[in-house]
């Protein structure tokens, strides 16, 4: 086939012709070129199959594992360039989770992994620690590296869902009952403030020392209770 391509003489009133052969073969006539080469498809099919290049897993916090080939091959042409290249394509059943590496605070482990102090506690220290700009004279702000933490999740997988599954109960209990358990909390913060003004009790290091409750109060609010009068 003969293809025709015009291009500018430097006499811009002038336009030359040039022609370009395109060979073309009979597929009986060749040879394999690469026997290694994995399955070729084609690009259009490429998300009909599901596949995905590497770039394509890195933004889903995927990568191919060390013995994983891949599934297929696509070829890239650049025409302008003349140059083409086999991208490697993968299946994500083949790989595994290989998130990108940053650093997260204390405050991060509880609220995204929720993971208690004793968790934290088994996690060990922090991979990093920086001055508190805020504060430079306080305590350092630890960085524990999302990596290392999501493997140490995945290495205590049962043990970490049970904990899941016991911290789910715990909420349901305190949502079925925070009305009462907020109602007991004022109470106390209510009934300390007349403690503090009673004329029985008085308030030490260990707390609130009351002499006709000594052991402690069973019914609030306290029966007993009488204002202190401050002498002149």
């Known amino acids: 086939?003969?293809?025709?391509?015009?291009?500018?003489?430097?006499?811009?009133?002038?336009?030359?012709?040039?022609?370009?052969?395109?060979?073309f073969?009979?597929?009986?006539?060749?040879?394999?070129?690469?026997?290694?080469l994995p399955p070729i498809v084609q690009w259009d099919d490429v998300e009909t199959l599901n596949l995905k290049t590497i770039s394509q897993l890195k933004k889903i916090n995927l990568a191919p594992s060390?013995?994983?080939t891949p599934r297929a091959v696509a070829w890239v042409w650049d025409r302008n360039k003349e140059w083409g290249v086999w991208i490697p394509l993968y299946h994500e059943d083949g790989c595994k989770w290989n998130p990108r590496d940053n650093y997260i605070t204390k405050f991060k482990l509880q609220a995204v992994y929720l993971l208690s102090r004793g968790w934290i506690k088994q996690l060990g220290k922090s991979d990093k620690e920086l001055v508190n700009l805020r504060f430079p004279?306080?305590?350092?702000?630890?960085?524990?590296?999302?990596?290392?933490?999501?493997?140490?999740?995945?290495?205590?997988?049962?043990?970490?869902?049970?904990?899941?599954?016991?911290r789910d109960k715990h909420i349901a209990i305190f949502e079925n009952n925070k009305d009462k358990i907020f109602a007991k909390r004022n109470a106390i913060k209510e009934q300390t403030k007349l403690c503090l003004k009673c004329a029985s009790g008085c308030s030490l290091e260990k707390g609130i020392f009351c002499a006709i409750h000594p052991m402690g109060l069973l019914d609030m609010p306290c029966p007993d209770f009488k204002e202190r009068v401050d002498s002149v």
């Open 25 to 36: 073969y009979d597929i009986e006539n060749c040879e394999v070129d690469n026997p290694r």
């Open 66 to 68: 060390e013995e994983t």
């Open 1 to 23: 086939m003969q293809q025709h391509n015009f291009i500018k003489h430097p006499d811009k009133s002038i336009e030359c012709q040039i022609c370009k052969w395109t060979w």
């Open 137 to 166: 004279n306080g305590p350092t702000i630890k960085l524990y590296s999302r990596q290392r933490v999501e493997k140490f999740l995945a290495d205590h997988a049962e043990e970490y869902a049970e904990w899941l599954d016991k």
